[in-house]
Nanobody, 118 residues
Framework: QVQLVESGGGLVQTGGSLRLSCAAS????????MGWFRQAPGKEREFLVS????????YYADSVKGRFTISRDNAKNTMYLQMNSLQPEDTAVYYC???????????WGQGTQVTVSS
């Protein structure tokens, strides 16, 4: 079992930056591919980015490519999402995920709210 806890969300102005963190506990953190999703009010959950176990491979959705950067520190059992040039349409609850199988993910965090004001 893996427990994921996100932090770092908050309110930011358009063009600003935030860094989200995802702290993992439980089974060996560094064995799993991890990623981030978000869900805006009234919209479906959206995949943003994933990172493999070593951090050597990443995959970004077009909506965040060039603005968001994923990274991980296996020694700290923590994954990060650096978000720059934030826009109001980035307002959503952001979820940390781990251990994909097919198009699904085994483990989800509780989410952290990001609000971008115009």
């Amino acid at each position: 079992q893996v427990q994921l806890v996100e932090s770092g969300g908050g309110l930011v102005q358009t063009g600003g930056s935030l860094r989200l963190s995802c702290a993992a506990s439980g089974r060996t953190f560094n064995r799993y591919t991890m990623g981030w999703f978000r869900q805006a009010p009234g919209k479906e959950r959206e995949f943003l980015v994933s990172i493999n176990w070593s951090g050597s491979s990443t995959y970004y959705a077009d909506s965040v490519k060039g603005r968001f950067t994923i990274s991980r520190d296996n020694a700290k059992n923590t994954m990060y999402l650096q978000m720059n040039s934030l826009q109001p349409e980035d307002t959503a609850v952001y979820y940390c995920v781990s251990d994909p199988y097919g198009s699904k993910w085994n483990y989800w965090g509780q989410g952290t709210q990001v609000t971008v004001s115009s």
